[in-house]
């Protein structure tokens, strides 16, 4: 080859090319073969106060066993985690979760019994100091498949070895957490590690520089407006009511209510883009580089979750996005009404109400002495295909719905809940279909298989009654045994009486003899199915007087109720 032809080739071959000397790689922490960065980030890493000097992030404990000692928060007494006495029995716990940034994914607590050798005792266990509770610190997830994202953290607070921590002194807590959730934190980071799992080593690299100070006024609003999202689902504990009910937010109908509602989410999410994207900014001009890096952020990482494109994805049109929303909303009015039933919120007065352990009746009636919407005095609602019972919970939804939202529009109201609840678009879809269909799966999943709700079921689920576990006390199962199954099989008998008078009587055509044949047919298995229910089952079960200890988590007591109650599948499953 020709001296000339090779160094054409040469000079072809640059542009495929970085050229950078060993002391360039050594600029980086740990010096990663990141041969295209710019001398903007090298110098970035140079001058800039590593993150461990400035925000101190730190490793989690670590139980060894969770589940023993921990438990998501709904599942105990609610009284018991908020009281103030020190040492406390149960303490909030981080454990990581999902994709979220500013604030949220507090479910956990951990069982601390007032004693931290409690937890010591258990081999290979690792306690965080008391004193750790009072510190300012913020949150983020080891392991995830998307961005870093960090998160505000309440005082009284552990966490978990999957839910590390940084602890800046609380003046520079909300500068560092808005510069643990720019694009130019998740750039830096990828060039430490490009594995999924964020590590406070890898963390304790970064660069800090000083910025300008509405950084952390963004981040401050940022942080408010996340924690009123994840406060506006009853999965949090400092739920106060729900949103469509907020006199703010409230019209005429429930459709005009909803809209009014949306409209506010899609305001607080187009704030929330601005706020990150401005910090997004501020933090690219302090770190120069304007040329590498866009402070946009897209709508599926505004990470509200009234925002439909972070909580449901972005493979969706508007039209699927906004009919996924709307359902679930519908979906969590359902819910806060059953809550309603069962006295564990009120119309009359926000937050929790009845929420400790064998509550009854009486201590509802002391706090709401006159309720618009009262809680059924028993414990128990029937969930049947028909108006079997006065107190049916189908019944009793569309008695919430004229009280909460009025008489005037209920039927154009009711219409609204049911249209939105058939997402598959069946044919003469009522609100008794999402009851026995899809109610009872939807709240397994709210409550991540920690159900606060207790379906005693048939086999074939012919039968179907609701318990607030709250609100358990040992006779309950005679309750459901004595008032609702056996009287349920009485009525059935009763309506087969009358069948079977119809297809022997003169005066009914062939066609209703006919009709009645047929259903007679149907009951007589589901009576069959009733009696060996009670007999087999709930008839033993009654006669234990079954007692409960909430503390012990819905995964050591429903399984006490054993094929009375409706099997949950992956309950039974190890805590991470």
Known sequence: MSNTKAKKEDQGMDKYFFRSSASDFKKIPGSPIAYWVSEKVRIAFTQGTPFVKVGFPKVGMQTSNNDKYLRLWFEVPFLEFKEEEMPPKWIKYLKGGSFRRWYGNLEYLLRYNKDPQFIKQQPNATVLSESKLKEAKCTWTDLTSGFFSARFVPDDTFHDIS???????????????????????????????????????????????EVDSSASHHASRLVSLSKSDWDSYETSWDFPELPLLN???????????????????????????????????????????QDELEPDVPLNEITLTCNPHYRYGKDKSEEELEALLLADTMRELVSYAVGCMFGRYALDKPGLILANQGETIEDYLRQIPEPSYRAVNDNVIPMLNGDWFVNDIAELFLKFLRVAFGEDHYEENLQFVEQALNIKKKRNYTIRDYFLGEFYSDHVKRYKKRPIYWLFSSPKGSFNALIYMHRYRPDIVSVVLN?????????????????????????????EKTKALREIEKITKVIAELEE???????????????????????????????????????DSQED
């Open 483 to 511: 008032n609702y199954l056996r009287e349920f099989i009485t009525k059935y008998i009763s309506h087969k009486n009358h069948l079977e008078a119809v297809s022997i009587s003169a005066s009914a055509s062939p066609t």
């Open 247 to 289: 006199p703010s937010f409230r019209q005429p109908t429930l459709k005009a209510t909803y809209q009014h509602l949306r409209a506010h989410w899609r305001e607080i999410t187009l704030e929330m883009k601005q706020l990150e994207e401005e910090n997004n900014r501020i933090f690219i001009e302090a770190y120069g580089l």
């Open 533 to 571: 229910y009670e007999r087999e089952v709930l008839y033993p079960l009654a006669t234990k007087q079954v007692e409960i200890d909430l503390d012990d988590g819905v995964k050591v007591n429903y399984p006490k109720f054993g094929a009375a109650l409706k099997n949950i599948s992956g309950m």
């Open 163 to 209: 839910g590390h921590c940084f602890y800046p002194p609380r003046e520079k807590q909300m500068i560092l957490l808005a510069f643990s959730n720019t694009r130019i934190f998740n750039y830096f980071l990828s060039l430490i590690n490009s594995s999924f799992h964020f590590q406070i080593g890898d963390v304790g690299k970064l660069p800090v520089l």
